[in-house]
């Protein structure tokens, strides 16, 4: 599906709708409390696409993994950034890794559930914008599962959650109440509520929803 969504796009001439234009602005509005105001992280994003927030983040001085299911998003990426990445096989993880900037940008095309902390370790920080929501329904356990054993101990993710009346749109993006993220987080997670912002005018009409907003979390370890 979401291959179908780069396709279209493509063969548009234009950026999937999923595809942010410019630096998210959540994430640079709130960056101080993902990174604890700390310099030289390991950042992951899931699910990437060709999210601009990696190069800016890595001219920062971070370092940035990408996992990402759709090798044309790479691709563009890297086109997009004027950078000429070496692609390699990545037996690992059954698929390829793309590597830019010296290998400050590393970003592996495969099944996310095939990207594990043997792959690249742990993280200090996760900007999961748009994957958790895009994932089917029944995998949102194992995802956060693997998201347990992929963040620091000392880490944190920005996470992005929609909210809609899932009765007039069944998703992806998946409406995600609250209770449901708090619940698969369980004790040893904590999740505070960092931001909100309505996105109605963007993307409502597409889905014919008269109301839709995204909130964004700051999940941590529990004190």
Known sequence: ??????????????????HVQGVHDMLSKHLEQLTG?????????????KAVDMKWLADQGHTIVGVEGV??????FFQESHMQP???DAPEVKGKLYQGMDGRISIYVCDYFNFTSQIQGQFDAIWDR??????NEE???????????????DGRCLMEIMQYDPSLFAGPPHNIP??????LLGPELCMTYVDTKDITERVGKLWNIPSIKTVYFLIKASD
Do not use: H
């Open 178 to 183: 609250e209770e449901v993220l708090k619940k």
């Open 130 to 135: 748009g994957a958790f929501v895009a994932i």
């Open 86 to 88: 070496t692609v390699t």
């Open 1 to 18: 599906q979401w291959e179908q969504g780069w396709q279209k796009a493509k063969d548009a001439g234009k950026d999937p709708q999923f």
């Open 37 to 49: 105001g700390r310099s030289g992280l390991k950042f992951l994003f899931p699910l990437c696409g």
């Open 139 to 153: 995998d949102q356990e194992k995802y956060i599962r693997l998201m347990k054993t992929l963040l620091k101990p």
């Open 71 to 76: 090798e044309d998003g790479v691709q563009q």
